[in-house]
């Protein structure tokens, strides 16, 4: 990072300045990225692995990982004035471009944070804060979908739950055909929760879920809560940069958190927290309380002790390297879903299965289901099996355990969830394909595998 002047030297965090929606994302002119040059970035990657989970770790290319390093030893070589001259203004600037990217109003709506479940953890606690404090009545009801992410819902359950809140699940069809299936659910959950009077006090959203993978239809059921008169809304989307579109304005929710190491090429760990400009808003602490405390939590979040913050300061270059594509990050992702479609299609009609849910209710991940010969009944087989196509194969990919319904018999029980991201190829999919067809050949099955 250079010593030079900020261009919004005033900017700390406390602004209302209203920057226009989504300009360029860089100034530069550089020319479009290469094939090779996109193989280069990753050439860091295990070569004999088909990486095709991005979704659980993401990825960071050579170049974004090189002026980390930079930066972190540039803190090294003299702490005090990186922290004192370098630090404030860097993540300063992280927080201007993040708030162009997702249409915030306001800079000070824009906090930058390790994880989402960090973001997490500090919208519950204020949830849990309301209850202590007697602004909730004990038995308020919070909304969550059953397939949130395991992270948040112990995050529910430490606060909201301890709290005196009543959490109610809204339980999603798998596979989903369309959105009007979850639209129907989140309704019925709504509707148990005002029962007897109760008031839903929030409903946590994920944007696209975890396991199993589906994007949902996150601004219809912002604005039923809305209608129906839930206090808050927090929509949990990890996978959202860089993966679906983000519009603050056009979403609406009060919270919205997603990370930047997922699908955003930053590297691991960073993540940013929108809260909606409101009275309620200004009372969100970090759960690490530092010296910061009570400046606003985007200040608060920007030092919460002597750590490594160079994922947050690298983010100008990240914006510099997803430019260089053609369409920028927009057209990153919808190159990234049309080809894991392709991909979840070729692999589905190879083991003669079905996917998880329509190609328009995907981002760059998608559930194909796996040949039923393989026996997955449980969620253990799915973890023994993940584990023996890594190391036997080469083949990284997470896999869900759908329980058969009754009645239900010889039906597909194990999906995989495959992602596509730019550093991914065709062979990628096709040892993943070829390795399944040769367990399904040599009469393979999941309990082999605890012999």
Sequence with gaps: MGSQSHPHPHLNGDSNTHIPKKPKLSSLSTSLITEAEIQN????????????????????????????????????????????S???????????????LINAHHLDEISIVDNA?????????????????????????????????????????????????????????????SKDEIVFEFRKALEKGKENGKK???????HITSMPSVVIPVKELVRICREEGVD???????????????????????????????????????AFLYCRKSPGCLDLHHPVVSHEYGNGLAVESAWIGTRDYSAQLVVPKVFEFVNRFEGGIEGIKKRNHENVVEMGQMLAKAWETNLGCPPEMC??????????????????????????????????VPIYYRAPKDGEFDVVTGYA????????????????????????????TCALLYN
């Design 41 to 84: 970035e990753f050439n860091h990657h295990d070569p004999t692995v088909a990486r095709i989970n991005n979704g659980s770790f993401g990825c960071c290319p050579l170049s974004i990982i090189q002026s980390q390093q930079q930066l972190q030893l540039e803190f090294l070589r003299q702490p005090d004035h990186f922290y004192f």
């Design 200 to 206: 839903v006090r929030l409903a946590v959203i994920d």
């Design 417 to 444: 969830r495959i992602s596509y991201q730019v550093y991914n190829k065709v062979e990628d999919y096709h040892k993943f394909r070829d390795a399944i067809n040769q367990l399904v050949g040599d009469g393979f």
């Design 117 to 177: 479940t960090t973001a997490a953890a500090i919208v519950l606690q204020n949830i849990a804060w309301s209850f202590a404090e007697g602004k909730f009545n004990h038995g308020d009801v919070a909304i969550m979908l059953h397939y949130a992410y395991g992270a948040v819902k112990k995050s529910i359950e430490a606060y909201v739950t301890r709290a005196g809140g009543h959490v109610i699940e809204v339980y999603l069809p798998f596979p989903v055909n």
């Design 86 to 100: 370098e630090l404030k203004p860097g993540i300063l600037k992280s927080r201007i471009l993040l708030q162009r």
């Design 232 to 270: 808050q809304v927090f929509v949990d989307a990890a996978h959202g940069i860089g993966c679906t579109d983000v519009d603050m304005q056009d979403i609406g929710a009060d919270f919205y958190t997603s990370n930047l190491h997922k699908w955003f090429f930053c590297p691991p760990s960073i």
């Design 363 to 396: 981002a760059s991940m998608i559930m194909v289901g796996l040949p039923a010969c393989l026996g997955i009944s449980s969620d253990s087989d799915t973890l023994k099996l993940r584990t023996h196509l890594r190391e036997k194969f080469g083949v990284e």
